[in-house]
């Protein structure tokens, strides 16, 4: 059973700085990709940031130069550095992973999403 959980979410001032944390957990043989996106409510969900199993990232014109992804391999962590904060950067951020993971015997690809943090920009 793979579990995402997420944290690190909350109400911070605009110019402010959070880090939202992603683990993983379960029978995973391979990280493919692991990604935050983020949700607002009335709009889209969003593609975040995206970091790849060989450690290419890719970003939303929207956040670059503000929020960086990386990655604790050894304590099965993505984060989301999210610096010069703004109120429509507000959303509900989720992590998505995309997982080679043990089946019995056999080995699957799929997606995973965590339950979801709550981000707020405000004064």
């Known amino acids: 059973q793979v579990q995402l959980v997420e944290s690190g979410g909350g109400l911070v001032q605009p110019g402010g700085s959070l880090r939202l944390s992603c683990v993983t957990s379960?029978?995973?043989?391979?990280?493919?990709?692991m990604v935050w996106y983020r949700q607002a409510p009335g709009k889209q969900r969003e593609l975040v940031a995206r970091?790849?199993?060989?450690?290419?990232?890719n970003y939303a014109d929207s956040v670059k130069g503000r929020f960086t992804i990386s990655r604790d391999i050894a304590k099965n962590t993505v984060y989301l550095q999210m610096s010069s904060l703004k109120p429509e950067d507000t959303a509900v951020y989720y992590c998505?992973?995309?997982?080679?993971?043990?089946?019995?015997?056999?080995?699957?690809?799929?997606?995973?999403w965590g339950q979801g943090t709550q981000v707020t920009v405000s004064s």
């Open positions: 998505n992973a995309d997982l080679t993971t043990w089946q019995g015997m056999r080995l699957m690809r799929r997606e995973y």
């Open positions: 970091l790849t199993g060989i450690g290419n990232t």
């Open positions: 379960g029978s995973i043989s391979s990280v493919n990709a």
